[in-house]
Every structure is written in structure tokens, then in C-alpha cells.
């Protein structure tokens, strides 16, 4: 997903997108929805939450860091 999407999405959630990376516009995202922060924690890209909104772009994400 686009950072363009990421902040369209944070928007509706409530979350102030300005001045923030992928990762940490996620992980508020997520915060504010009741979860984990845990966007881009992924050990080795494997992750477990595979009903997670982020779950692909996690494991990208994760592979990368």
C-alpha cells in the first residue's frame, strides 16, 4: 500500500498523518484501532496475524529492516 493510502486511511481513524515515515503512521493506525503497534517487528518477515490490514506489506516491510 501507497504512503498516500496509508494517510487516507489514518485520517479516517483519527490519526494526524503530517511528518511521519510508513512504519510509524501504521503503527499509530493501529494503536488507534485497539491493536499492537507491531507494523515492521516481523522476525524474519514471518508473522502470525494473518487477519492483520498490514499483514503483506508487514512481512515486506519487516524483511527489509
Known amino acids: 500500500m501507497n504512503l498516500a493510502s496509508v494517510r487516507h486511511i489514518a485520517r479516517s ?3 494526524a ?3 511521519r515515515c510508513k512504519r510509524e503512521l501504521i503503527q499509530a493506525i493501529q494503536i488507534a484501532e485497539g ?3 507491531c507494523f ?3 522476525p524474519a ?3 502470525r496475524q494473518l ?3 498490514w499483514h ?3 512481512r515486506r516491510h ?3 529492516h
Open 35 to 37: 491493536y499492537q503497534p
Open 56 to 58: 503483506e506489506d508487514c
Open 45 to 47: 518477515g514471518v508473522c
Open 51 to 53: 487477519d492483520c490490514h
Open 13 to 15: 481513524k483519527g490519526v
Open 17 to 19: 498523518p503530517e511528518r
Open 40 to 42: 515492521g517487528q516481523a
Open 62 to 64: 519487516s524483511r527489509r
